[in-house]
Antibody
Framework: EVQLVESGGGFIQSGGSLRLSCAAS????????MTWVRQAPGKGLEWVSI???????YYADSVRGRFTVSRDNSNNTVYLQMNSLRGEDTAVYFC????????????????WGQGTLVTVSS | SYEVTQPPSLSVSPGQTANITCSGD??????ICWYQQKPGQSPVLVIF???KRPSGIPERFSGSNSGNTATLTISGTQAVDEADYYC???????????FGTGTKVTVL
């Protein structure tokens, strides 16, 4: 069974740093595209970052230069290092897996974690 | 950056058809996914590649995409379908994923 479990959220002062973790089971993260999506309280979904199976990474304009996505293949875990946090970064952060169908990357997310809440005090 | 917009809300009577739209410049040239999100829960993929349903998604969910508009159709809407719905696409020019603004569907 595919499962994603996020952790590491919490309350942090503006300007601080936090590292989120996404532990995967039932599949291998290094063979997949893994993404982070966030949702501010009462707001919509916002794509944050992705790490490809090749290790290539991409970021939303709103976080580029402050956030870094990485993975630990031995622990089958994806991370999001968040620096220089701002009030507008307050959100539930989800990790998700990009769907693969018959070897094709679908560019849509078929498995999601439960999310972890990050609250940045400004 | 690429943007896609959705109507904020939609009301539908039980048993009727709900059409949720998603608009963006030449959206029909891109693939669209749709997600259902209930309060306090993670999103669930209900449509991918414009009109395909993942395993376990009821047949009453269908999709289309042409021109500047993609549509998620819920036929014979049920009370359990009350949720927020988001469209999503991938912008190849920036290698970024884009979510629509979301539509709250109320069944009453």
């Amino acid at each position: 069974e595919v499962q994603l479990v996020e952790s590491g959220g919490g309350f942090i002062q503006s300007g601080g740093s936090l590292r989120l973790s996404c532990a995967a089971s039932g599949f291998t993260v290094s063979n997949n595209y893994m993404t982070w999506v966030r949702q501010a309280p009462g707001k919509g979904l916002e794509w944050v970052s992705i790490i490809y199976n090749t290790g290539t990474t991409y970021y939303a304009d709103s976080v580029r230069g402050r956030f870094t996505v990485s993975r630990d293949n031995s622990n089958n875990t994806v991370y999001l290092q968040m620096n220089s946090l701002r009030g507008e970064d307050t959100a539930v952060y989800f990790c998700a897996r990009d769907m693969i169908l018959r070897g094709v990357i679908i560019r849509g997310f078929d498995s999601w974690g439960q999310g972890t809440l990050v609250t940045v005090s400004s | 950056s690429y943007e896609v917009t959705q109507p904020p809300s939609l009301s539908v009577s039980p048993g009727q058809t709900a059409n949720i739209t998603c608009s963006g410049d030449t959206l029909g040239d891109k693939y669209i996914c749709w997600y259902q999100q209930k309060p306090g829960q993670s999103p669930v993929l209900v449509i991918f590649q414009d009109n395909k349903r993942p395993s376990g998604i009821p047949e009453r969910f269908s999709g289309s995409n042409s021109g500047n508009t993609a549509t998620l159709t819920i036929s014979g809407t049920q009370a359990v379908d009350e949720a927020d719905y988001y469209c999503q696409t991938w912008d190849s020019s920036t290698a970024s994923y884009v979510f629509g603004t979301g539509t709250k569907v109320t069944v009453l």
